[in-house]
């Protein structure tokens, strides 16, 4: 408390106030400055308020708070902030479970995680806190929903979509497991078609593929992760035609099949279609066809061709349905013998025979090239390329997310809410009863409303959005939090991006549109209104937000309750003025975290999302800290979104930077405006510069023996260690494993009573100590102890030498260089070792246990010498920079401990600046890392074997000597066994002048 009070708000400021009246730190940069060298935005992955951290929570932000308190202390202008995932489907459940309402049980949670925040130290820019089920942040995702939409990247249809039965919402494909499940309720998902709303991703398959390449600070297997989602395939298209004897002009019908290995056309046994390719509704037509699971409906045309002899898939599809003629088309190079049993899927060269025509004897590559040139000659095929990546289904079918800004009028279709009427504002009086519907269509008064565009009696979409939309651009936010500007917001900013024409490319990616509509309550309601006349009207932009209605009763899983609430549904068309509806699925939550990382910067704004020159100075975000399961979803919607910000001509503005207008002129979005516009908004392409994903925290479990059943807390007695258990029921020794944290394996546990027993600091200590943050962390309460003891050995230190210190020691050690003594050497290149390890994990590799552990060796240096533990001697110069810089590189993580230690260390001095983060990190000197060496010559069994250049002070620790000397290459050579890697028995080791010499005598004669 003490020093949560002193530190203030943020300790950023306070300490940047002392910084700047000791003239130690230069003048604060402003965040509207173009210049962003010396800005550093830190932020982890903001989380959902599910009611109470866990250690995962501790370990992702005690790794951010570090880092962001480091380049606090090099002088940078850190902006480090936290919001709030809040809208999904888990708060409508919990509202049934607890007979509370979404809203209420959100801000409660909000509440009590925030305060637990704050007592692990976690220090954040709370000014710049936000909520993504607020209206004042959802108004801005069906904001940004509605320029995509007049870009044409949003669009509505109907399609066969993944459904959940337990939870009643549609699921993106991202959202369904390997075996078919939902990844939230585990229920066996079913198909079921529903008219969804889309955002065209798609239209940037490529370039979030390209600019893969450029994300250099990324791990490389989170790329990849993203490459496979993507899924680029070239090759190439054929027409197959169809004769239909039922067609009395006798015309062809064609199926278009995109195939990865044109070479295997003459192997062509049959055609598999998708069950929802057209043809299926056609049952008058007689052809060959078989309709297989294996065919993906969005991926290609929906129809592949069967080739059993050279695809494994084809190859089990023909010999379950019994189709022959699987002859094989294409041989190894080698001439070897394809076996007949199973198909040979490789590349090779056409076999000599009559089907492959003039193509026999051709390589594969070659072959292939040669059929697309033919076949494109006659109009009977073409090159392609494919993406697995599909546009994002944003609708959910919930209440407790972004309302989607859209009103159905039924004569102008979807019409988009009017801006200026943004937020379309989540109504919070909601009764959630039941998981029957989204409660949404329930409440009338905000379902019903004119139509924008005619004026007519029309509804709100009910659907909400995706909770990842709000996380796909949140980050941007904090950068320009104030922003309010938005009554001249569609003059001020230029058109979102130019729409793309969707037709037959010449490339195929695996990707697919996000599908982004819930048929939930809890979510930003979908900004559009459906008339009859007018079909789906697009709320108009001066009517966002539109917001979710409150009195929702949730009584089951059973439908979207927003199309239950009449008064919230029924409105008038706003483009005829007829009666009409909203849209009642709200969006995916993934479009609210697809743009949180903007907001954060500028959260107050009323006019826009953010001011354009503010995310210019501080994007993209630095350094992004999360788990490694966001690296599909979020990631790569996040990317999207910030590419179709990027990629915009909306936010054209003033090339020089100096002007806030943005042009008049919005006709004109390329040429010279366009490239003014990618001059100044270049910085942001990408959202993440660096991406750091920390591993997972395990906890210890304990399972009987016979049935491996998971064992309570209280089955086990764990007194001589939780590694000693045994059952007490049996006195068995149980079978002991880390594993992922849950309830049902009596694994978890709470940060709270560990920081009330432990202290803050020593929990994040451990944390970081404990495994590499990639890694995945066992945790065990047992071991924690040691950093406690290490705590206290700091404190024994300080107590130590507090009334001897001087802290003019840094004038004395250039002084008084030529009179060091070789403790003093010594004690001065473990400060430099240690400098340089700390260093090189905040601003490289992020290795905090072994940097943890490097100040650990410093400190057992520092205590071990012969003057700290004499109260009557003077203390050695270089003991108190040492001890200075300890506490200084110990601050970022553990600052409650840095601070009350040097706070006495300065106890005396007037000049103590209140806070060790008023001062500078430690520098680096090079020439200290240069040590007195000395050439170790090493026999085995007396004979010379190598030599070796070592610390002459490694050269006094015997024990310390033979560790190196074993560790090393040549050690490994000569002591060690090649085949089994063991060390030689070693009988003893005769140590000669401080290291000159060293022989080892093993039983070994090598």
Same mark, same amino acid.
């Given at each position: 408390?003490?020093?949560?009070?002193?530190?203030?708000?943020?300790?950023?400021?306070?300490?940047?106030?002392?910084?700047?009246?000791?003239?130690?730190?230069?003048?604060?940069?402003?965040?509207?400055?173009?210049?962003?060298?010396?800005?550093?935005?830190?932020?982890?992955?903001?989380?959902?308020?599910?009611?109470?951290?866990?250690?995962?929570?501790?370990?992702?932000?005690?790794? =951010?708070?570090?880092?962001?308190?480091?380049?606090?202390?090099?002088?940078?202008?850190?902006?480090?902030?936290?919001? +709030?995932?809040?809208?999904?489907?888990?708060?409508?459940?919990?509202?049934?479970?607890?007979?509370?309402?979404? =809203?209420?049980?959100?801000?409660?949670?909000?509440?009590?995680?925030?305060?637990?925040?704050?007592?692990?130290?976690?220090?954040?820019?709370?000014?710049?806190?936000?909520?993504?089920?607020?209206?004042?942040?959802?108004?801005?995702?069906?904001?940004?929903?509605?320029?995509?939409?007049?870009?044409?990247?949003?669009?509505?249809?109907?399609? !066969?979509?993944?459904?959940?039965?337990?939870?009643?919402?549609?699921?993106?494909?991202? /959202?369904?497991?390997?075996?078919?499940?939902?990844?939230?309720?585990?229920?066996?998902?079913?198909?079921?078609?529903?008219?969804?709303?889309?955002?065209?991703?798609?239209?940037?398959?490529?370039?979030?593929?390209?600019?893969?390449?450029?994300?250099?600070?990324?791990?490389?297997?989170?790329?990849?992760? /993203?490459?496979?989602?993507?899924?680029?395939?070239?090759?190439?298209?054929?027409?197959?035609?169809?004769?239909?004897?039922?067609?009395?002009?006798?015309?062809?019908?064609?199926?278009?099949?995109?195939?990865?290995?044109?070479? #295997?056309?003459?192997?062509?046994?049959?055609?598999?279609? =998708?069950?929802?390719?057209?043809?299926?509704?056609?049952?008058?037509?007689?052809?060959?066809?078989?309709?297989?699971?294996?065919?993906?409906?969005?991926?290609?045309?929906?129809?592949?061709?069967? !080739?059993?002899?050279?695809?494994?898939?084809?190859?089990?599809?023909?010999?379950?349905?019994?189709?022959?003629?699987?002859?094989?088309?294409?041989?190894? %190079?080698?001439?070897?013998?394809?076996?007949?049993?199973?198909?040979?899927?490789?590349?090779?060269?056409?076999?000599?025979?009559?089907?492959?025509?003039?193509?026999?004897?051709?390589?594969?590559?070659?072959?292939?090239?040669?059929?697309?040139?033919?076949?494109?000659?006659?109009?009977?095929?073409?090159?392609?390329?494919?993406?697995?990546?599909?546009? +994002?289904? $944003?609708?959910?079918?919930?209440?407790?997310?972004?309302?989607?800004?859209?009103?159905? %009028?039924?004569? %102008?279709?979807?019409?988009?809410?009017?801006?200026? &009427?943004?937020?379309?504002? $989540?109504?919070?009086?909601?009764?959630?009863?039941?998981?029957?519907?989204?409660?949404?269509?329930?409440?009338?008064?905000?379902?019903?409303?004119?139509?924008?565009?005619?004026?007519?009696?029309?509804?709100?979409?009910?659907?909400?959005?995706?909770?990842?939309?709000?996380?796909?651009?949140?980050?941007?936010?904090?950068?320009?939090?104030?922003?309010?500007?938005?009554?001249?917001?569609?003059?001020?900013?230029?058109?979102?991006?130019?729409?793309?024409?969707?037709?037959?490319? /010449?490339?195929?990616?695996?990707?697919?549109?996000?599908?982004?509509?819930? /048929?939930?309550?809890?979510?930003?309601?979908?900004?559009?209104?459906?008339?009859?006349?007018?079909?789906?009207?697009?709320?108009?932009?001066?009517? $966002?937000?539109?917001?979710?209605?409150?009195?929702?009763?949730?009584?089951?899983?059973?439908?979207?309750?927003?199309?239950?609430?009449?008064?919230?549904?029924?409105?008038?068309?706003?483009? %005829?003025?007829?009666?009409?509806?909203?849209?009642?699925?709200?969006?995916?939550?993934?479009?609210?975290?697809?743009?949180?990382?903007?907001?954060?910067? &500028?959260?107050?704004?009323?006019?826009?999302?953010?001011?354009?020159?503010?995310?210019?100075?501080?994007?993209?975000?630095?350094?992004?800290?999360?788990?490694?399961?966001?690296?599909?979803?979020?990631?790569?919607?996040?990317?999207?979104?910030?590419?179709?910000?990027?990629?915009?001509?909306?936010?054209?503005?003033?090339?020089?930077?100096?002007?806030?207008?943005?042009?008049?002129?919005?006709?004109?979005?390329?040429?010279?405006?366009?490239?003014?516009?990618?001059?100044?908004?270049?910085?942001?392409?990408?959202?993440?510069?660096?991406?750091?994903?920390?591993?997972?925290?395990?906890?210890?479990?304990?399972?009987?023996?016979?049935?491996?059943?998971?064992?309570?807390?209280?089955?086990?007695?764990?007194?001589?260690?939780?590694?000693?258990?045994?059952?007490?029921? #049996?006195?068995?020794?149980?079978?002991?494993?880390?594993?992922?944290?849950?309830?049902?394996?009596?694994?978890?546990?709470?940060?709270?009573?560990?920081?009330?027993?432990?202290?803050?600091?020593?929990?994040?200590?451990?944390?970081?100590?404990?495994?590499?943050?990639?890694?995945?962390?066992?945790?065990?309460?047992?071991?924690?102890?040691?950093?406690?003891?290490?705590?206290?050995?700091?404190?024994?230190?300080?107590?130590?030498?507090?009334?001897?210190?001087?802290?003019?020691?840094?004038?004395?050690?250039?002084?008084?260089? =030529?009179?060091?003594?070789?403790?003093?050497?010594?004690?001065?290149?473990?400060?430099?070792?240690?400098?340089?390890?700390?260093?090189?994990?905040?601003?490289?590799?992020?290795?905090?246990?072994?940097?943890?552990?490097?100040?650990?060796?410093?400190?057992?240096?520092?205590?071990?010498?012969?003057?700290?533990?004499?109260?009557?001697?003077?203390?050695?110069?270089?003991?108190?920079?040492?001890?200075?810089? $300890?506490?200084?590189?110990?601050?970022?993580?553990?600052?409650?401990?840095?601070?009350?230690?040097?706070?006495?260390?300065?106890?005396?001095?007037?000049?103590?600046?209140?806070?060790?983060?008023?001062?500078?990190?430690?520098?680096? &000197?090079?020439?200290?890392?240069?040590?007195?060496?000395?050439?170790?010559?090493?026999?085995?069994?007396?004979?010379?074997?190598?030599?070796?250049?070592?610390?002459?002070?490694?050269?006094?620790?015997?024990?310390?000597?033979?560790?190196?000397?074993?560790?090393?290459?040549?050690?490994?050579?000569?002591?060690?066994?090649?085949?089994?890697?063991?060390?030689?028995?070693?009988?003893?080791?005769?140590?000669?002048?401080?290291?000159?010499?060293?022989?080892?005598?093993?039983?070994?004669?090598?």
């Amino acid at each position: 408390a003490k020093w949560s009070e002193r530190w203030g708000k943020s300790s950023r400021l306070t300490a940047n106030d002392i910084r700047n009246k000791h003239n130690a730190l230069k003048n604060s940069h402003s965040l509207n400055e173009q210049n962003n060298d010396k800005h550093f935005y830190a932020l982890s992955m903001f989380p959902y308020p599910s009611g109470n951290l866990h250690m995962g929570h501790v370990r992702v932000y005690t790794i =951010s708070d570090s880092i962001s308190r480091y380049h606090h202390l090099t002088g940078k202008n850190v902006i480090h902030p936290m919001g +709030w995932d809040a809208f999904g489907l888990p708060a409508e459940n919990a509202a049934i479970d607890n007979n509370t309402k979404p =809203s209420t049980w959100t801000h409660e949670n909000i509440k009590t995680m925030k305060t637990q925040l704050k007592n692990i130290m976690i220090d954040i820019d709370w000014e710049k806190e936000f909520a993504t089920c607020e209206p004042n942040f959802y108004k801005w995702t069906q904001y940004i929903f509605l320029q995509l939409y007049k870009r044409g990247l949003i669009y509505q249809k109907e399609a !066969v979509v993944n459904w959940d039965p337990v939870d009643k919402t549609v699921l993106a494909n991202e /959202q369904v497991d390997k075996n078919g499940c939902s990844w939230r309720s585990g229920a066996v998902v079913e198909k079921k078609r529903l008219k969804q709303w889309f955002i065209k991703i798609t239209a940037f398959s490529e370039e979030l593929l390209n600019d893969l390449e450029t994300l250099d600070k990324w791990p490389e297997h989170v790329k990849q992760m /993203q490459r496979n989602w993507i899924g680029k395939s070239e090759g190439a298209e054929f027409d197959f035609y169809l004769n239909n004897p039922s067609n009395s002009e006798n015309k062809l019908q064609k199926i278009s099949v995109f195939t990865t290995r044109p070479d #295997t056309i003459f192997g062509v046994s049959y055609i598999a279609i =998708s069950s929802e390719h057209p043809l299926v509704q056609q049952g008058s037509v007689k052809i060959p066809i078989y309709i297989a699971d294996y065919v993906l409906a969005d991926y290609g045309n929906g129809a592949v061709m069967g !080739v059993p002899a050279h695809d494994q898939r084809d190859y089990e599809f023909a010999i379950a349905n019994n189709i022959q003629n699987c002859e094989p088309v294409i041989e190894p %190079c080698d001439d070897s013998t394809v076996a007949e049993t199973l198909p040979f899927c490789g590349k090779g060269k056409l076999k000599n025979i009559p089907k492959n025509g003039v193509y026999a004897g051709m390589k594969s590559d070659e072959a292939s090239k040669k059929i697309v040139e033919f076949v494109s000659s006659k109009e009977v095929g073409r090159s392609q390329t494919q993406y697995r990546l599909r546009d +994002w289904l $944003l609708s959910r079918q919930r209440y407790w997310g972004t309302p989607i800004p859209f009103i159905h %009028c039924q004569g %102008c279709g979807p019409v988009p809410v009017p801006e200026e &009427d943004l937020p379309v504002v $989540l109504p919070l009086n909601v009764e959630i009863s039941s998981r029957g519907g989204n409660p949404l269509n329930r409440i009338e008064e905000w379902k019903n409303v004119k139509c924008p565009s005619c004026g007519n009696p029309a509804h709100r979409e009910t659907d909400t959005m995706d909770t990842f939309v709000d996380s796909s651009w949140y980050f941007f936010r904090f950068l320009d939090h104030e922003n309010e500007k938005f009554d001249e917001a569609s003059k001020k900013i230029v058109e979102f991006v130019s729409s793309k024409e969707v037709g037959r490319s /010449q490339t195929q990616y695996r990707l697919r549109d996000w599908l982004l509509s819930r /048929q939930r309550y809890w979510g930003t309601p979908i900004p559009f209104i459906h008339c009859q006349g007018c079909g789906p009207v697009p709320v108009p932009e001066e009517d $966002l937000p539109v917001v979710l209605p409150l009195n929702v009763e949730i009584s089951s899983r059973g439908g979207n309750p927003l199309n239950r609430i009449e008064e919230w549904k029924n409105v008038k068309c706003p483009s %005829c003025g007829n009666p009409a509806h909203r849209e009642t699925d709200t969006m995916d939550t993934f479009v609210d975290s697809s743009w949180y990382f903007f907001r954060f910067l &500028d959260h107050e704004n009323e006019k826009l999302p953010f001011d354009p020159l503010k995310i210019q100075s501080s994007m993209p975000v630095n350094i992004y800290i999360g788990g490694v399961e966001h690296s599909i979803l979020h990631l790569l919607y996040s990317r999207f979104i910030t590419k179709a910000i990027q990629d915009s001509g909306r936010f054209n503005f003033i090339e020089s930077g100096k002007n806030n207008d943005f042009k008049k002129d919005e006709t004109k979005i390329l040429g010279s405006d366009k490239k003014m516009f990618s001059d100044s908004f270049k910085s942001v392409k990408e959202p993440f510069k660096q991406l750091l994903t920390q591993g997972m925290v395990h906890g210890i479990t304990y399972k009987e023996p016979s049935t491996e059943r998971y064992l309570k807390p209280d089955e086990v007695d764990v007194s001589k260690g939780a590694m000693s258990a045994i059952i007490k029921a #049996t006195g068995e020794k149980p079978l002991i494993s880390f594993e992922k944290m849950s309830k049902s394996k009596y694994n978890g546990v709470d940060p709270r009573p560990v920081v009330s027993h432990y202290g803050a600091d020593v929990l994040r200590l451990y944390m970081l100590f404990k495994a590499a943050p990639q890694d995945v962390l066992e945790y065990d309460t047992s071991s924690i102890i040691g950093m406690q003891r290490w705590i206290a050995k700091l404190s024994k230190i300080t107590e130590l030498i507090s009334r001897r210190f001087d802290n003019n020691y840094k004038e004395l050690i250039i002084e008084n260089r =030529s009179e060091w003594t070789q403790t003093d050497k010594n004690t001065y290149l473990i400060t430099q070792k240690a400098i340089k390890k700390v260093t090189e994990a905040f601003e490289t590799n992020f290795l905090f246990n072994t940097s943890i552990a490097m100040l650990i060796e410093l400190s057992n240096h520092i205590h071990s010498i012969e003057a700290v533990n004499n109260e009557e001697s003077a203390l050695h110069i270089t003991t108190c920079y040492a001890f200075d810089t $300890l506490l200084r590189m110990l601050s970022p993580f553990a600052p409650v401990t840095s601070e009350e230690l040097f706070e006495k260390l300065y106890a005396n001095d007037n000049s103590y600046r209140k806070t060790i983060f008023a001062y500078d990190w430690p520098k680096l &000197d090079e020439s200290g890392l240069i040590a007195d060496m000395l050439t170790c010559v090493v026999q085995v069994n007396g004979k010379v074997r190598f030599k070796m250049d070592i610390d002459s002070e490694i050269g006094k620790d015997e024990k310390k000597l033979q560790e190196v000397l074993l560790e090393s290459e040549h050690g490994k050579k000569w002591l060690y066994d090649n085949v089994s890697n063991e060390q030689h028995p070693i009988l003893r080791v005769v140590v000669v002048k401080g290291g000159k010499l060293v022989n080892f005598i093993t039983r070994n004669k090598k």
